[in-house]
């Protein structure tokens, strides 16, 4: 699906604040209410927005550690593979394969470093790890939501 600069704006106004309303949201990018949400709704259902959700800073759930972790795998391990397995840790917040020596590249939160050191003893027990290589996280630098790229080329709405 192609967005419009509409749709960007729209999606950026969601992201900043996702419970502002469609009024809100079209004073922002100059549109009705109902045209926000006729777009809102076709976002949607086209898939380019895939829900909507609370951030919660996870030291309010007692998660005040983090740390990122590498996964070197046997073999051909598959992706869908890897990803069964590490989806079994609550504390994995985020994975993807990566490029380099690694095959994929954990981000865990956890209540301190010993809660880290044992998710990492639980994911190097996983069949097809040969070794891990971690990084624990002393502060973070940059927060943000994700950023709307601009498509310069998609000008009109």
Known sequence: MELDRLDR??????IEDARATYAEIGQRVGL??????????????????????????PAALGWTTEAYVELFC????SPAEIGVAIARH???VSACTITGEADALLHIRATDVRHVERVIERL????????????????RLIDAPPALARNESASSA
Request: hydrophobic residues 45%; glycine residues 8%.
């Open 9 to 14: 704006d729209i999606i950026g106004a969601l």
């Open 74 to 77: 046997a073999g051909k391990t």
């Open 90 to 92: 609550p504390e994995v």
């Open 124 to 139: 190097a027990a996983e069949p097809f790890v040969v070794r891990t290589k971690s990084s624990v996280v002393l502060s």
């Open 32 to 57: 009705s209410a109902s045209a926000v949400k006729r777009r809102v709704d076709r976002l949607r259902e086209t898939g380019a927005i895939t829900g909507f959700t609370a951030r919660v800073q």
